[in-house]
């Protein structure tokens, strides 16, 4: 089963782990312009990255269809950035499992991404540079003694390290508390964006908190300064739902009215769809709404995105058929045995 479809015991307000590493090879120029050195870059990254295994298999994006690209962009395998700067030239590497997914010739020469589910920062770590450390190997890196791993944003020097988690923060949200938490955390160094990364909006109560500092720090000590920061988060969103709970009624009927929308509407937008999940999936948490299951839950987030919803299908529909499309596919996952 695919990363983004599990869950573990801290995915009820920690969505998902991402570790990023974003790397550049020494014999190639930086930002590269020219269609005959992406070309080449490819070649040689292509010919030494088969080598390490991680049933890694090679795609450009300008060979794919606009749908397959932007269900990858909802799955936060590419950013949108790159299928917007580089469709006639950037290139990916996924695995079957889409746990790892490696854009090449976007802002550097290689962006190594690895993602888990839940708040699972170490091993997702670990598994970037076990690759890492095989990748540079076989291509070698641009590296330099005192800065570090050399990159096209200065903000990157040093680790080149973008550690990040996807939170849920519903409660903090309804008891008008997300903002002094996020203004909190925010003077530790810490970004806080929106689903899709820099430039983009929250939205269904989800957020991407990652680190700033990438230079004068390990890779360790990163993620154990982000740790304490999301399990902080963790720890304050869950004691929002405790009080959101000692009001019973008004709470489930919350939660009851978004599931009973979703289980009978008819049509339904994706904006829409996401305010409604986020209710869903925090009665589903507490242990309130006992008609779902994490999967489902998870199923409805992922099929319900525009792309990710055609990709299901099978077909191809206009903004209106897919409000229709939307309503059907929620009420078959909602009624799967």
Known sequence: MNWYLQSNENSDVAKSTRIRLARNLHDFKFNLTKKEEMEALENKIKEGLYSIGYGLRFFKLKDMDDITKM?????????????????DTGSILINDEENIG????????LEIQVF??????????????EMDQKIEEILGYAIHKKYGYLTACPNNVGTGLKASVMVHLPALSRTKNTKKVL????????????VY????????????????????ITEKEIIQNLMVIVEKIVKQERQARKILAKDDIALEDLIYRSYGILKHCRKISSEETRTLLSDIKLGTDLGILKELTDLKVQKLYLYTKPANLQKFLGEQYEALERDIKRAEVIKQILEEK
């Open 71 to 87: 269900s990858l962009v909802e799955k936060n395998l590419i950013s949108p950035e790159f299928v917007l700067n580089k469709n």
């Open 102 to 109: 490696i854009m090449i010739g976007n802002e550097d020469h």
């Open 116 to 129: 888990s589910c839940g708040l699972d920062l170490e091993n997702t770590l670990n598994l970037a540079i």
């Open 183 to 194: 203004d909190a955390i925010n003077s530790f160094g810490i970004n806080i964006r929106g």
């Open 197 to 216: 990364g820099e430039n983009t909006e929250s939205t269904g109560d989800m957020y991407q908190i990652s680190n700033k500092q990438t230079l004068g």
